[in-house]
T-cell receptor, first 116, second 115 residues
Framework: AQKITQTQPGMFVQEKEAVTLDCTYD???????LFWYKQPSSGEMIFLIY??????QNATEGRYSLNFQKARKSANLVISASQLGDSAMYFC?????????????FGTGTRLQVTL | DTAVSQTPKYLVTQMGNDKSIKCEQN?????MYWYKQDSKKFLKIMFS???????INETVPNRFSPKSPDKAHLNLHINSLELGDSAVYFC??????????????FGEGSRLTVL
């Protein structure tokens, strides 16, 4: 079974500051993918960044980076230079192989509020 | 051109009614999914189809019946709606069902309100 834990229900960050959103995971799958999605108040799910379990380097996409620590089973999202438009729900998710198919399992989310 | 599109975006209906949500993807993906997001924003998978074949069927009441006429379409029919069915239902697609790599592409969601 796969499990994703996001322990921060809400976070505040000032504009232009960096923020780290925590994510830990648990799986027995030998290979898996880790994902972060953003859900603004408008409701759509926006894919941000991906890290494969065998990737040696941490993934980066613009202002987003994924701090992947395999031994600690953590996959934290770092947002640099926060902008007001970053205010949203952020979901960590994992995709492994369970049974015969691969499904994406989500954490409970962290609501980020960017302030002036 | 919207990659994954769902209709309708909003449904308001009475308990006991039947309703359907339609989903179409133009990404050429083989695999499609239905997720339910509850009032606490928790997202849970309901079903997945790979090239018209049901491959994931989570513990969902029998009142929910998915149907995939072809690999680009996945519909969700709900019978005898209950108050607890009120949620946002997301359709998604991905390139492959059997790989843990590769993101899911989500539709905009369909907000169902049961009165």
């Amino acid at each position: 079974a796969q499990k994703i834990t996001q322990t921060q229900p809400g976070m505040f960050v000032q504009e232009k500051e960096a923020v780290t959103l925590d994510c830990t995971y648990d799986t027995s799958d030998p290979s898996y993918g880790l994902f972060w999605y953003k859900q603004p108040s408008s409701g759509e799910m926006i894919f941000l960044i991906y890290q494969g379990s065998y990737d040696q380097q941490n993934a980066t996409e613009g202002r987003y980076s994924l701090n992947f620590q395999k031994a600690r089973k953590s996959a934290n999202l770092v947002i640099s230079a926060s902008q007001l438009g970053d205010s949203a729900m952020y979901f960590c998710a994992m995709r492994g192989l369970t049974g015969t198919a691969s499904k994406l399992t989500f954490g409970t989310g962290t609501r980020l509020q960017v302030t002036l | 051109d919207t990659a994954v599109s769902q209709t309708p975006k909003y449904l308001v209906t009475q308990m006991g009614n039947d309703k359907s949500i339609k989903c179409e993807q133009n990404l050429g993906h083989d695999t499609m999914y239905w997720y339910k997001q509850d009032s606490k924003k928790f997202l849970k998978i309901m079903f997945s189809y790979n090239n018209k074949e049901l491959i994931i069927n989570e513990t969902v009441p029998n009142r929910f019946s998915p149907k995939s006429p072809d690999k680009a379409h996945l519909n969700l029919h709900i019978n005898s709606l209950e108050l607890g069915d009120s949620a946002v239902y997301f359709c998604a697609s991905s390139l492959a069902a059997w790989s843990p790599y590769g993101e899911l592409f989500f539709g905009e969601g369909s907000r169902l309100t049961v009165l």
